[in-house]
């Protein structure tokens, strides 16, 4: 695998989902399951639009 990719997927109950996996073909993201093929394909477009601007927010511990 060359670069990140989204691979579609059907769940045993028939739901749609998707996965985003890196460059060196690990999985780094699941979606939620979609009712439809299209409500998966817009939640694929909403990570592409929204992730690039995403802030951080770290709500680990901090070290004493």
Known sequence: MAHPQFTLKTAKDGQTYFVLTAKNGQVIAQS???????AALNGVESIKSNAPVAEVEDQTAVAA
């Open 32 to 38: 939620e399951m979609y009712t439809t093929k299209a």
